[in-house]
């Protein structure tokens, strides 16, 4: 049975979703001001694992991912770009929408916008004032009251009290509180706004996401999902707008994924240790990215270097290579591996150990594929089935291992046909015994990355 981590209780449980054989997922994806980095690929691919294995189990998944397209880093960007912020939200969209689909990342069922649920957050922010969980301010801000929540604190394990002594009030703000947080921000001069009953304005960050989870998913659900840089204080404040408007429990169980670092240093702009998955994906291929960030467990550290992405190369290359050759059949002979493998991921999504798993089956591939092909194929399409699950290993083999691996390839790399006619003359100088010469083509093809493959059926090649 599935045990999942939950963030809230601190402890791994079994999951038991709230209606049989249904599961909701929130997940907090991306403010659209710029292009996707590395975090968030490991966001997208962690909680589209989850996504893929619960639908593996049979479940029927409703998989909600935001999008923020109002806030004050996007109206920033717009006007340093004199454009409107529509436009480069629609923009940053459309990349984030392209680096998802090369990750590999099945889409959301639904993938709400903030400036789409604008009556929803304005109905709940009304429900909040009234229960006396919020209060309009002198300045034309709503704030959220902290101190009238008794809850809060439970997600993150902080104390408001400890949290109040180190808290101060910017000059500008007109909140009772230093924990009180912004719900509705009255409109400043040239920004864009909305009508409310407290004077123009926009929603708050946090309140966004309550609006829309519980506009998508209820009041109460499943699961709930984002970085670990979320849980506090944004998740936290999410609890209580959501359980102070509802007076519901909010979420189940909530999962959180480790934060990503680059050569062990943190990943940060201003440092130069930044990458996007647009930079990643000069030099790697999609795959690649997506075996690497399934390496780790979802809740642990993240190190990106480019030793970590060199083992991620060479170890797709081993499960293509397992897979080269084999013809089509329906998965047989893999069940205990099978077995193995749902047991990695019934505990708490273990991509480590089902990987490990699927090259226990790589060797038993290789080990009857001389003695029964028909056997080896079976097992070859188990380690497609499982692989699948992960979302790696669906693409052909021949072509994976003969495609250029980004941009190591090179300008001027040799293409296929020109490999095809040096691997056709090593083949005729082996025929003639000039082996000196076979031996130079071979040599020669090492050099630029091209491995040939000596076997009973002939000479294979792939890019190393």
Not at 14 to 38: A, E, K, R, W
Not at 146 to 166: M, N
Not at 425 to 434: C, G, L, T, V, W
Request: glycine share 10%; charged share 25%; net charge negative.
């Amino acid at each position: 049975m599935l045990e999942i981590y939950n963030s809230l209780t601190r402890e791994k449980a079994p999951f038991t979703p709230l209606v049989p054989g249904q599961v909701g997922i929130y997940v907090c994806g991306m403010t659209v001001y710029d292009l996707c980095h590395l975090g968030h690929a490991r966001v997208m691919v962690v909680f589209d694992v989850a996504y893929r294995y619960l639908r593996h189990l049979g479940y029927q998944v409703n998989y909600v991912r935001n999008i923020t397209d109002i806030d004050d880093k996007i109206l920033r960007r717009a006007q340093e770009r004199g454009e409107p912020f529509t436009a480069l939200t629609e923009r940053f969209i459309a990349a984030m929408h392209e680096d998802a689909a090369a990750l590999g990342c099945l889409a959301p069922t639904a993938e709400p916008r903030a400036t789409a649920h604008i009556p929803e957050i304005l109905a709940m922010i009304g429900t909040l004032i009234g229960r006396g969980l919020a209060y309009a301010a002198d300045n034309g801000d709503v704030y959220y009251s902290v101190g009238a929540f008794p809850g809060y604190g439970k997600l993150s394990g902080k104390d408001p009290a400890d949290l109040r002594a180190g808290a101060r009030v910017e000059v500008d703000e007109a909140k009772r509180d230093p924990l009180d947080f912004v719900l509705w921000k009255a409109a400043k001069p040239g920004e864009p706004s909305w009508d409310s009953p407290w004077g123009a304005g926009r929603p708050g960050w946090h309140i966004e996401c309550s609006a829309m989870s519980t506009c998508c998913l209820g009041n109460h659900f499943d699961l709930h999902g984002g970085g670990a840089d979320l849980q506090f204080p944004h998740h936290e404040n999410e609890i209580a707008q959501s359980e102070g408007a509802s007076g519901e429990p909010f979420v189940n169980v909530w999962m959180h994924n480790g934060f990503v670092r680059v050569n062990e240093e943190k990943m940060a702009k201003s440092t130069g240790n930044f990458f996007t998955v647009r930079e990643i994906l000069e030099r790697y291929r999609p795959e690649e990215v997506r075996y690497f960030i399934l390496t780790s467990h979802y809740r642990s550290p993240l190190n990106y270097d480019d030793e970590h992405l060199n083992n991620a190369r060479a170890a797709l290359t081993r499960l293509y290579m397992a897979l080269r050759g084999l013809p089509a059949a329906a998965p047989a002979g893999g069940e205990s591996f099978r077995e193995r493998f749902t047991a990695a991921m019934d505990d708490d999504f273990n991509t480590p150990v089902a990987l490990a798993v699927l090259f226990d089956l790589v060797r038993e591939i290789n080990r009857v594929r001389l003695q029964d092909e028909a056997a080896a194929a079976g097992l070859g399409a188990e380690l497609r089935s499982l692989g699948g699950v992960l979302g790696i290993v669906q693409g052909d083999a021949e072509a994976y291992l003969r495609g250029c691996a980004g941009a190591d390839a090179g300008e001027g790399a040799l293409t296929d046909a020109r490999i095809e006619d040096l691997v056709a003359e090593r083949i005729a100088a082996r025929k003639a015994k000039q082996w000196g010469a076979a031996d130079r083509i071979r040599d020669d093809l090492a050099a630029v990355g091209i491995v040939l493959e000596d076997a009973q059926g002939g000479t294979t090649w792939r890019r190393g």
